[in-house]
């Protein structure tokens, strides 16, 4: 049985707004189990019964006990169960979270729970729409050759410093615009915290190259990969599902 | 007698048991209203994601930590919250200086007072991504907080040693009235190295200390290890400018001329860390007159780095020689107690004989300016990898450890963080260790929130307490479980005792 469409539209809105969405059972009422957030009428602790969303360092809370700050004056009663939506604040003997809002535990739990599965799917679409949308070109390639283009010195470096590498790239077919043949791009080589995510390139790697125009030419080189996702080993099947946002 | 206690406590909570982050390049700071509240940070990401990175907060002096979110910026194309720096002011107050995840750019933050889920507000956010290493100090005088924020800024064109200065940081509207001031007036002016370190007295005192390069060598940089000084809050019209050096006459005293620091590009490390810019400055609370200044140098003698300490007392103009060099270590942090106690916080890799190479951290304490021996108080001695052994990849990221450390005096006592290899072995830490997460120091094994998952080892950061109690006083904090008689002073001419009763223990 599917939701309602209010309450799918309800699903939906507080899904955008959580990180942390949970089948949970009253256990405490106006208490807490941190000492950094007072019980008050606004909290409850509460047992987590079932995780509908939640990041994968957050998959382990399941049969644990959060507190809950609730989004407004309401008054729990110990062994209610509620669908809980809500985004973590406190992590100390045991997690608080703040409410964004909740739902009676509906009759069809799965439909609930394939909701916040499409909605949590369409999120991560947009993302890849928006970082798609950034980019200046998109190609599947081949690295040849890998160089250092870095200009920093000692005198201008920080410990922040990108330190500019380059990859000639053959170009295997373009995606977004109409690059071909071979190309160099620039990537941040550097392993400091600021830069460690940035993709690195090595010889011989085949995938997607996301490109920017970041405003900037170093060693000749004006295309960039600096998102973390800016380079995707994936298959066609990736290609396509970037493809589609062009 | 006079007894000495030494706390480390592992600060990652239970409920992030399975962490495996790299949180390495910690600072804490210790509520001057009180002591029990205290605050540190780290590169600890937030768990569960989003765009608040957290603070680490004790309530009970240390004892228990909470992630508490409160960090804008976290997020976006680097995905951490970089550099962090936090100090409380009064009326319990809490200033932070961050660059952000999302942005690289500077902001200030205040939260007046400090309250736990309140996201910190920013005083300041610079426009461009030009500052580096923002380092907080503060001082308190007639009922205002006096916020100093060291940094190393580009916006002219080299890096360039500043500092943010607000006179009224906890109730002034944003921006506070922060402004920036450059350092150094020599020239030629090559740049400062990253550190930018404060330190400020109640009685409108105010050093700063810093590293400004000379020349350019293929395995050095030749700096002058400079020391600056305000006398009144940095408040007038040419603020750091009250020391002069009789050799130039130009402001900043150059404790060190030209002498080696193992800044370079590509960087140099001691193992896994990198080395090459490190200064940490403390003033006497109880004597503005009295200033310690640690920095780093090398390479001397095939050493990469070594520490280095030197005092003045006549307030920076003349200084001592080395009050103590310690080889193969970084991460100086300086803090003098209320009573005159020096703390000397540092982290020293060391190779034993027939063994694989450790990050020792040190705490050295004194009480005469190492006229005698220090106490060498060994917090933790870790190995220097972060993953299991047979593991030969690189770490995740640099800093491995961190660019540094931290070590504030309040009271007569010693509050300390720094991070290392977090595997529950009893043996890495002399004076015992507290874990918070889920471990076993039987097997040595870490375990996530069930307690039934293994977690790979990685870098926490960990709090270190260092105080002196008369022994009656540690016995009062054996907690309710013991009773105590205690008799003083008897006298008696005739003692009759109908019933005596003394419960020693209760199990």
């Not at chain 2, 506070?176 to 002016?189: C, E, I, K, V, W």
């Not at chain 2, 002069?244 to 140099?268: A, E, I």
């Not at chain 2, 640099?398 to 009893?426: H, K, M, S, V, W």
Request: glycine share 8%; with cysteine.
């Amino acid at each position: 049985m599917a939701l309602s469409r209010s309450l799918g539209a309800s699903v939906r809105n507080m899904r955008r707004d959580s990180r942390f969405i949970f089948t949970g059972s009253v256990q405490g009422v106006a208490s807490s189990t941190l000492s950094l957030l007072s019980a008050s009428p606004r909290t409850a602790v509460v047992h987590v019964d079932h995780i509908h969303y939640a990041p994968g360092d957050l998959q382990d809370q399941v049969d644990q006990s959060v507190t809950l700050l609730f989004a407004d004056e309401f008054t729990a009663t110990p062994n209610q169960r509620w669908v809980f939506f809500t985004t973590p604040i406190l992590f100390g003997e045991t997690m608080a979270a703040r409410e964004v809002g909740r739902i009676e535990v509906p009759d069809d739990l799965e439909a609930l729970h394939e909701m916040i599965a499409r909605v949590t799917a369409e999120m991560r679409e947009e993302d890849v729409r928006a970082h798609v949308e950034s980019t200046d070109a998109i190609v599947r390639g081949r690295v040849v050759s890998v160089r250092s283009v870095s200009a920093a010195t000692a005198l201008s470096v920080s410990e922040h410093d990108p330190d500019w590498w380059a990859a000639l790239v053959q170009v295997i077919r373009s995606i977004k615009g109409d690059l071909e043949g071979e190309i160099e791009v620039r990537y941040p080589n550097s392993h400091d915290i600021r830069w460690h995510r940035a993709p690195k390139l090595r010889e011989g790697q085949e995938g997607i190259f996301m490109l920017h125009l970041d405003g900037e030419e170093v060693g000749g080189v004006v295309l960039s990969l600096i998102h973390p996702d800016d380079f995707l080993a994936g298959d066609e099947n990736e290609e396509a599902s970037i493809g589609q946002f062009v | 007698m006079e007894k000495r206690r030494v706390r480390v406590v592992n600060m990652i909570p239970k409920s992030v048991s399975s962490e495996t982050n790299q949180d390495s390049e910690p600072q804490l700071t210790v509520d001057p209203e009180n002591h029990r509240t205290i605050i540190g940070t780290s590169f600890t990401p937030p768990p569960g994601g989003g765009s608040l990175a957290p603070l680490f907060v004790s309530v009970d002096g240390g004892d228990t930590w909470t992630l508490d979110l409160v960090i804008p910026g976290a997020g976006g194309v680097t995905g951490d919250t970089n550099d962090q720096s936090v100090r409380f002011g009064g009326a319990s107050s809490l200033y932070a200086g961050i660059l952000r995840g999302d942005n690289v750019k500077l902001d200030i933050l205040r939260s007046a007072p400090y309250s736990p889920a309140a996201v910190m507000t920013p005083l300041v956010q610079d426009p461009t991504p030009v500052i580096d290493q923002p380092y907080l100090a503060v001082a308190q005088s007639k009922g205002k907080d006096r916020v100093f924020v060291g940094n190393n800024d580009r916006s002219s064109g080299p890096w360039r040693g500043s500092v943010e200065h607000s006179a009224d940081a906890r109730t002034a509207p944003a921006p506070a009235g922060f402004t920036q001031y450059g350092l150094d007036q020599r020239l030629p002016f090559f740049r400062e190295l990253p550190p930018i370190r404060c330190a400020p007295h109640h009685d409108g005192t105010v050093y700063a200390g810093y590293l400004s390069v000379r020349k350019f060598e293929a395995t050095d940089s030749l700096v002058d290890v400079v020391v600056a000084r305000d006398d009144n809050f940095a408040a007038g019209a040419t603020p750091f400018t009250a020391l002069l050096d009789p050799g130039d006459l130009l402001p900043g005293m150059r404790v060190v001329k030209s002498t080696p620091t193992p800044w370079t590009f590509p960087f140099s490390f001691l193992g896994n860390q990198r080395v090459g810019s490190n200064v940490s400055i403390a003033v006497d609370p109880a004597n503005s007159d009295v200033v310690y200044i640690a920095w780093s140098n090398g390479p001397v003698s095939g050493v990469t780095q070594s520490l280095r300490v030197r005092r003045s007392t006549d307030r920076g103009l003349t200084w001592s020689g080395d009050l103590v060099v310690v080889p193969n270590a970084t991460n100086p942090a300086l803090a003098v107690t209320a009573h005159g106690r020096v703390g000397f916080l540092y982290q020293e890799r060391v190779t034993p004989s027939g063994g694989a190479p450790r990050w020792e951290t040190h705490v050295q304490v004194t009480r005469d300016a190492w006229a005698s021996p220090a106490e060498d108080i060994v917090a933790a001695t870790t190995p220097d990898t972060p993953n299991p052994p047979g593991y030969t990849g690189p770490h995740i990221y640099d800093p491995y450890i961190g660019d540094y450390a931290d070590l504030q005096a309040a009271g007569r006592e010693f509050y300390g963080i720094f991070c290392a290899l977090n595997t529950p072995d009893l043996a890495n830490f002399p004076h015992g260790v507290r874990f918070q997460r889920n471990a076993d120091f039987s097997t040595h094994q870490l375990f996530d929130l069930s307690g039934v998952t293994p977690v790979a080892n990685s870098i926490d950061p960990f709090f270190v307490h260092i105080s002196w109690h008369e022994e009656h006083e540690l016995e009062d904090e054996r907690g309710p479980r013991f009773e105590r008689v205690r008799v003083k002073g008897l006298r008696y001419e005739r003692l009759e005792i109908d019933e005596l009763v003394i419960d020693i223990e209760r199990k």
